[in-house]
């Protein structure tokens, strides 16, 4: 065990003699490992230290924040001061109620494999890249260039309040890339596969080895040269877990986050109507649900809120939006613990965790024995969510589907369609479950570190593919 | 005292600062027998009005310090970052550059550039924009939310920012390198949307930076008036009809899937390890011949402008693509030694991490197609795309994403807004079939300047 002071024995001192009014601290210790080599050249061995506290006040109904980097008790102490002139200062056309009393996380809160994690020394993950670089590049002739990367991030965080809350997190997150570029006649195709987890390798590599990473990446990287474009037009689709982890996250994620949709997004004024197929429940979680070390994976969110399940929608009816203390109190129901900030010196924004669709009943092969005329998608690439319920996310390969028999390997493509109405579109869930974003991020002013998955789904879309 | 001439003081005093830790903790990183040491250490301050649903959520203040430390040993790299300041972190930072250096394989191209030179005088301080402070950020912020709630009441402002901030950064290295420069700016954007009964219009968003306050009052108004405009215009989307053939791109979306991967492919890097579709083409004809485009750290009006890159080289304005030829690549420290020539300065990145290789400012010339309605004339019937929202894979050049703020043409005017409407191709080969490029060159997110493109061959698949 390696013994650490508890962080929030300065941040209780501080808050001790803050006098009146709402006060939140938070300090933040985030230490990063990083390597990537491209091929056989190590282009990154990085170390990073990146730690400080971040301050939020509520006074006379308008927040304030401020941060330092020193973990002292005087410079947090002016940060303080520093929040309260902002909050003075601002004069909200609304003013912020006081946040109303809710149950507040206290204790100590470990993530599995911090300590392994943080004993494994450096060569062995500089061994790793370098033995899975070698072996993606020398998969096939074809490979012309091929590069890895591993990063961990240990996350140490403290968190107060002056109405309870005192919490001590600490967390590790490893991560894993491996991409392949594949040359024909001057093309370029390019494979590319991505791990990640909340916990130590053992939940890293609980799916696949990292040969087993490499090897697709190469294979995907060359098949892909020989592969056509799928034709564009709405088809019916069957999704890989990974893309419907994109599909909840895009789709339905973002516009049940309570500040869209407050700001009107296709969902406000949606709680109790039917938005989805009776086959689908969806929830977003901060804990790693049915499979252990989701990505997006926190104990506690960083407003000191314990952060368990929440579902979204259940059996096709939306029930609940995505909330934190303040958008809480506005629609008087209970903080769902999803307010995150990425570092000490961000503020906590509603963001997801873990979001997912809940497994069905139907093999992979049901579900492609069941359908005529389709594409089974697979490969994540970027999404994005617009206000009006329209999504997009993109796909690295696709797979004709006729008459219940799988083609060959087509290129990926964009997909897109509109939320709710996608989701009455389902007419098959898969009965296994995965967290399969990978390395993933989420981007919504600030990063967050995110994991979504599910089943296998059967649903129509639109597909983004070449026109004649 | 002016509240500038303050400004100006402790901002001298902060770049002093930096430039001393930065050369400390040089020091230390050569203490320990690395070879060669590098710092890039930077010092930030913020100030910043969130707003949310068009009212103020939250006031902010920032300040913050990186430390960048770079270290090569027999060919070895070793890198550490903290934000710590005090000599026991320092330390700690040099001693973990050092151990990573001695377990990682060596390589001959590693190393410090040599020579470059002075910086490029660029002007990025101000000392009006640098006094700026919360105050104003609260004001200014709360003036750029009414400009636009005020045009319409259907207009929804989901989210808007306005920061001051100004940086001192510095590059000292164990060569000699010792150069800073202090920078102060004004940015602002906003995500904004319509909403008319149950008509949800799609989002706009935009982004601006400013240097010079004198341009402040003008860039808030055009970002202004492209949210509102863009978002309203939204309202009321229907459908597109499925097609191949010409798309008019906005200077933004010409940007995201298009110019974006050529300037990836002209990294020297991507060359070098063969994920570059334009290895072994320089001095070849690679896109259309009216299509131009530059590289100008030079320009204090883009975000990216500055007068050294992140290994302290000086920069220059260089162009990639001269009428349609490859004329150059872009070059850092590493890539300039495996090819053998100097870098051009174009090591960017900052003090948390390796330097890496990309573009400061990238420049389109504009053209002879005119203004926006004669580029709408010359489309006739089709896409008007206004802002992607997709994936582009820099290596192959495929584009495939959704067309934003997306306008449907007939006889040349504006038919209806789209929606669920999707365009996909290839970036290098639509290079080649550009049919005109708009007469004016704009600024884009406040980093490029680019003019509004028509192109042939574009796939349109409507929903």
């Known amino acids: 065990m390696i013994d650490e002071p508890d962080p929030t024995d300065l941040l209780q001192e501080v808050l001790d003699q803050a006098g009146d009014g709402f006060v939140e601290l938070r300090s933040h210790r985030k230490r990063t490992r990083g390597l990537a080599v491209e091929k056989g050249r190590v282009d990154n061995a990085r170390t990073s230290e990146h730690t400080g506290v971040g301050v939020r006040v509520l006074v006379d109904g308008a927040w304030g924040f401020a941060s330092t980097d020193r973990l002292e008790a005087d410079a947090v102490r002016e940060s303080l001061e520093q929040a309260r002139r902002v909050a003075r200062a601002s004069r909200p056309a609304t003013r912020q109620p006081d946040l109303p009393p809710v149950e507040l996380a206290r204790g100590r809160f470990d993530a599995p494999g911090v300590e392994e994690t943080l004993e494994r020394p450096v060569d062995e993950a500089l061994e790793l890249v370098l033995g899975l670089e070698r072996a993606a590049s020398e998969a096939s002739t074809s490979v012309q260039s091929a590069h890895c990367s591993y990063n961990e991030v240990f996350e140490e965080k403290g968190v107060v309040t002056s109405d309870g809350a005192r919490a001590w997190t600490r967390l590790v997150r490893p991560e894993l890339s491996v991409g392949a570029v594949a040359a024909r006649d001057g093309e370029l195709q390019r494979g ?42 709405r088809k019916k689709v069957l999704l890989s877990p990974s893309l419907v982890g994109l599909l909840t996250h895009e789709a339905i994620g973002h516009t049940v986050e309570a500040d869209f949709v407050s700001a009107g997004s296709c969902a406000a004024g949606m709680l109790g109507e039917r938005v989805a197929s009776e086959l689908v429940t969806l929830c977003d979680s901060g804990r790693s649900e049915l499979v252990d070390g989701a990505g997006g994976t926190i104990d506690v969110d960083d407003e000191g809120v314990e952060a368990g399940r929440c579902v979204i929608i259940d059996q096709g009816r939306l029930v609940s939006y995505l909330h934190d203390r303040a958008s809480a109190a506005r629609y008087e129901t209970a903080p769902t613990g ?40 697979d490969g994540c690439a970027n999404g994005q969510a617009d206000a009006n319920g329209e999504f997009m996310f993109g796909t ?35 009965d296994a479950f995965r967290w399969d974003l990978g390395a993933g991020h989420c981007g919504k002013g600030q990063p967050a570190k995110v994991d979504a998955g599910g089943p296998w789904l059967s649903c129509e879309v639109l597909v983004g593919g070449r026109q004649a | 005292m002016s509240t500038a001439t303050i400004a100006v003081e402790r901002a001298e005093a902060e770049l002093a600062e930096v430039e001393e830790r930065s050369a400390r903790l040089c020091e230390l990183g050569q203490a320990g027998g690395a070879e060669q040491a590098e710092v890039c250490g930077q010092r930030t301050r913020s100030r910043s009005a969130r707003f949310e649903k068009g009212e103020l959520r939250l006031g902010k203040a920032s300040d913050a310090t990186a430390l960048g430390l770079r270290v090569f040993d ?30 990682t394989p060596p390589d001959d ?23 700026l402070g919360v105050d104003e950020a609260l004001e200014q912020g709360a003036r750029f939310v009414e400009r636009m709630s005020s045009r319409d009441p259907r207009i929804r402002i989901d989210e808007a ?132 485009i530059h590289d100008d750290p030079s320009d204090p009006e883009l975000s990216g402008a500055a007068g050294f890159d992140r290994e302290g080289q000086p920069t220059v304005r260089r162009t990639l693509v001269g009428a349609g030829r490859l004329e150059s690549l872009l070059y850092n420290g590493y890539a ?36 926006e309605e004669d580029l709408l004339d010359a489309l006739g019937k089709g896409l ?62 406040g980093s490029e300047r680019l003019p509004a493109a028509l192109i042939d061959g574009v796939s349109v698949t409507a929903g």
């Open chain 2, 161 to 292: 920012t306005f920061t001051v901030g100004r940086s001192s950064t510095a590059v000292v290295n164990s060569l000699g390198t010792r150069v800073g420069a202090g920078d102060a700016w004004a940015s602002f954007g906003a995500l904004v949307m319509a909403v008319d009964g149950d008509d949800v219009g799609g989002f706009h968003s935009a982004w601006e930076l400013v240097r010079d306050l004198a341009g402040l009052e003008a860039s808030l108004e055009r970002c202004a008036d492209e949210l509102t405009e863009v978002a309203l215009g939204n309202l009321g989307a229907g459908s597109a009809e499925s097609y191949r053939g010409q798309v008019l791109f906005s200077p933004t979306a010409f940007l995201e899937a298009v110019v974006s991967p050529i300037v990836s492919a002209a990294s020297a890097i991507a060359v070098q390890r063969g994920r570059s579709s334009l290895a072994g083409r320089l001095g070849e004809r690679i896109a259309h011949e009216g299509l131009s």
């Open chain 2, 384 to 445: 008007w795309i206004r802002r992607f929202a997709g994936t582009v894979d820099p290596i192959s050049g495929d584009f495939s994403g959704v067309a934003k703020g997306a306008r449907w043409i007939e006889g040349g005017r504006v038919a209806r807004p789209v929606r669920e409407t999707l365009v996909s191709g290839n970036a290098f080969e639509l290079a080649g079939a550009i049919v005109a490029l708009g007469s004016q060159s704009e600024r884009c997110r």
């Open chain 2, 74 to 103: 027999a060919g070895r790299l070793g890198f550490g970052h903290t934000n710590q300041t005090d000599g026991a972190a320092l330390e700690r930072t040099a001693d973990a550059a050092r151990e990573l250096a001695a377990l």
């Open chain 1, 338 to 377: 999803n307010a995150r900030a990425w570092e000490y010196g961000d503020a906590p924004l509603i963001r997801m965790r873990n979001t997912y669709i809940e497994p069905g009943q139907h093999t992979l092969e049901e579900l492609i024995a069941r359908t005529d005329d389709g594409l089974l998608l």
């Open chain 2, 336 to 371: 300039a030694r495996v090819d053998g020539v100097a870098s051009t300065g174009h090591a960017v990145g900052g003090p948390r991490s390796v330097p890496g290789l990309g573009s400061h400012g990238i420049c389109v010339d504009p053209g002879d197609g005119g203004e």
């Open chain 1, 396 to 430: 690295r390969e696709a797979y004709p589907i006729r008459n219940g028999q799988l083609g060959p390997l087509m290129r990926g493509a964009n997909i897109s369609g509109v939320a709710f109405d996608v989701l009455k579109t389902v007419d098959g869930v898969g």
């Open chain 1, 192 to 233: 590319y596969e991505a791990v990640g987890s909340t916990g130590g390798w053992e939940c890293l590599f609980r799916r696949r080895t990292g040969e087993a990473l490499a090897e697709r990446a190469a294979k995907t990287a060359v098949d892909l040269l020989a592969a056509a474009h799928p034709e564009g037009g």
């Open chain 2, 109 to 131: 191209a590693n190393g410090l550039p040599e020579g470059g030179g002075d910086p490029t005088p660029v002007e990025l301080w101000r000392a009006d924009t640098a006094a």
